[in-house]
């Protein structure tokens, strides 16, 4: 089967979800800067999983453009990780009517960390799909990166009970090494 | 006329359809694990939901798969289909809103059914839009699947006025059934 | 230009028009068959509303499918087109709220007179910009079925100060119409 | 890297943004045209939202036909153009909260100017992408109408704490200006 339909539905999904997660920006009575001061964290939680879910699509566009066909499991695979993809602005929306409090903060890692395993097992599904020696193999090897930023989700959802803001400056750190998209499929790819 | 506009515009329908129904996930006000409590069985519902578009889409994909081209009847058709799948974010709200009260429950299967019956109709349009040979026609033949899950939603209707609980574990039943795309067509087309 | 991205933007907007329309739908308190009852003339409209913008979808996608390439001016038509087609939900709110008043019956019906113009327009833009003997300019033709329908939504508008039912008995009938797809352009293109 | 997927993702958030902006016109009570008087200021902002996301959706299209491949680099330049474009719909929000108040124009007028910003960064990504004499190189030039409409962003910010109509006019002037794709790119492809 051929990949176009996935990857336009897969568009289709995480463009509704990128945008939706803005209404959660509720518009403020008042008509003075200070009106805005309230919504400064939510505005920070919006940036955050608004760079996460864009990680996503990126790198969703990395992979699947090193992959020629997909097949049955992987349409699955792929609606597995739209479906943890599709519960971040629920999240979002937990942490910030908390004010970042433990237990929320920790479902947001917990949602990360679904959506890190539903990538990871997506790959491995494409690349089993393909020969032993495809681009996509090649490039990914045993995805040390991918595998690393799962343990450094488990670690921020732990330590969330010692201190939340630990856990977001966690997730902020690993937003930001994947924030460059996965150089190592660029390259191993004639003209990517 | 070409497949790719039908295409496109389900996969932004669907696409749509899947992702507006995280919204009925209220954020609750509490900041501990017992505030998801009360969420539990909405929770439950949109993941059975998500997994039954998830299956359109997918069954969907196969079918035009199979496909070469469309015509204005089956324009109509795929319409109809995506009319009734519009319509599972409203039952998969009133469920959730009424505890999976009776009624609730027997219309959630009534748009299942609906459904059921309109992607069975748009796949004997395209069947009878292309030769008697197509692969299409060979993979479904009497699409006894198909047929089947409509009696199969017929019954849980039924039984919601016996025990709505008994409705919701055939409509889980019939989901696991169709989880496994149509290994039919897959089967029966050069390189599917 | 292509005509692609013309086409998968419109898709976009269009797809999302007609599934936000849904959440129109309240879920209703009472869990038995009563409570739907309030329901069932916002559901008719809802109904009406998914076929007219079915209906623009669908010659949407005739008229693209026999033309070649798209300019400037064809862009914003299209875009025109978009923008009276994005004001039906709120039309069809209004009217819902009201329990069918003049009012906003008539005001439902200068949104689809605008969009019919839109519409107009837009081919117009599309014919000048193809050669005089082009397979749309033969197919549509003065475009009497388009130009009759402008006049019966002035006439619908108008009487709705007699009977705003009789102006819904005309939207249907016009809905109806134009329902089956445009056979002038299936049958003016070859292979259409 | 091919540019198909960019512009797929990013006719859907453009789609979803231009599409959720209507659902500020909230539906009024009454049923008589005084009932729509209070709405007549949120309906002109939104038409005024609406040309600037379809502005810039047409300068997309125009520049990204002017192009053959994108790089890593330019799939976050255009996620930062998404990402201002997304908080279209809160500022126009805003901005109608309170009846065109100083402070929520001048943000309306920032959130503009910073999408004015990311645009030009998007381009200029791109042309670095290409060869020095590449159309969209030779089309864009320096880009003055671009910069222009930046200084002209400020302006209308300073401008706010004197008198916010003022702004609003400037920000409708810029819009005129750019309401006609531009012809330089146009003349400067071949067959464009």
């Not at 879910?53 to 969703?60: L, M, R, S, T």
């Not at 049955?72 to 929306?93: E, I, K």
Request: glycine share 6%.
């Amino acid at each position: 089967m051929g990949k176009g339909r996935l990857e336009a539905f897969s568009d289709g999904v995480i463009a509704v979800i990128i945008t939706i997660m803005v209404l959660e920006l509720k518009v403020p009575h008042g008509a003075d800067l200070r009106a805005l001061v309230p919504l400064l964290p939510v505005f920070l939680s919006y940036v955050l999983s608004f760079v996460y879910v864009a990680i996503y699509w990126n790198n969703h566009h990395h992979m699947l453009h090193a992959v020629q066909r997909v097949n049955g499991l992987a349409l699955w695979a792929n609606l597995h990780l739209l479906f943890w993809l599709s519960l971040v602005p629920f999240v979002t929306g937990w942490v910030n009517e908390n004010h970042f409090a433990a237990v929320p903060v920790a479902l947001y890692g917990v949602v990360l960390l679904m959506a890190g395993v539903a990538y990871y097992v997506f790959e491995r599904v494409l690349i089993a799909h393909h020969a032993e020696e495809s681009p996509l193999a090649r490039a990914v090897g045993k995805d040390l990166k991918g595998v690393t930023s799962l343990f450094m989700y488990v670690a921020a959802i732990a330590l969330t009970f010692v201190n939340p803001w630990v856990s977001c400056a966690l997730y902020v750190f690993v937003a930001i090494v994947w924030f460059i998209p996965d150089p190592r499929i660029e390259r191993a790819l004639p003209g990517g």
